[in-house]
């Protein structure tokens, strides 16, 4: 089976800097997505890692370590809009996604 | 080029209808996948599709069918709507560089 753990909340402050880690457990691994869902929207792609490293997007970076079942998506330079639920999601092949149960993420003035 | 669609937007349902929901993509793109979201379970696969007739179960399959004729239309099928499939339903078509596209979804309500 799969299990992906993120955690439930996060709050910064604008301007600041934020983590959001995702460990996984997966009988199947191709890579690391990760996904941003403003409440009552859709997912949209943020980034993906299929190898071992930092992705860096503008403002989003996302890392990955195969070794240790972990990644985290980094957040510079927080905007209000940035304000979302953010998921992790494993690729485990067939382009289906097991995704974690998400991450909110609270930006204040 | 409008990405992913669905309909409808909302939907109330009775206990026992059967209804069917429409996904289409005009990205010309083989793997296709329909999720549902529950509040605090994250999104949660039903059944996917690697191209036209060939269609697979994913995690929450019961009460869904689905069927994929032609490469821009999956439609998911509920048989006989039960409370506990009131959800949000996305559908997804996905590029070779398994970036996911979502669509904007179905709320569903069965009563």
């Known amino acids: 089976g799969q299990s992906l753990e993120q955690p439930s909340e996060v709050t910064a402050v604008e301007g600041a800097i934020v983590q959001i880690n995702c460990t996984y457990q997966t009988s199947g691994f191709y890579g690391l997505s990760w996904y941003q869902q403003h409440d009552g929207g859709a997912p949209t792609f943020l980034s993906y890692n299929g190898l071992d490293g930092l992705e860096e997007t503008g403002r989003f970076s996302s890392f990955l370590s195969r070794s240790d079942s972990y990644g985290y998506l980094l957040l510079q330079e927080l905007q209000m809009k940035d304000s979302a639920s953010y998921f992790c999601a494993v690729y485990s092949g067939y382009s289906t996604l097991t995704f974690g149960k998400g991450t909110m993420l609270l930006v204040s003035p | 080029n409008a990405g992913v669609t669905q309909t409808p937007k909302f939907q109330v349902l009775k206990t026992g209808q059967s209804m069917t929901l429409q996904c289409a993509q005009d990205m010309n793109h083989e793997y296709m996948s329909w999720y549902r979201q529950d509040p605090g379970m994250g999104l949660r696969l039903i059944h996917y599709?690697?191209?036209?007739?060939?269609?697979d179960q994913g995690e929450v399959p019961n009460g869904y069918n689905v069927s994929r004729s032609t490469t821009e239309d999956f439609p998911l099928r509920l048989l006989s709507a039960a409370p506990s499939q009131t959800s949000v339903y996305f559908c997804a078509s996905i590029n070779r560089d398994q970036t996911q596209y979502f669509g904007p979804g179905t709320r569903l309500l069965v009563l």
């Open positions: 599709s690697v191209g036209a007739g060939i269609t």
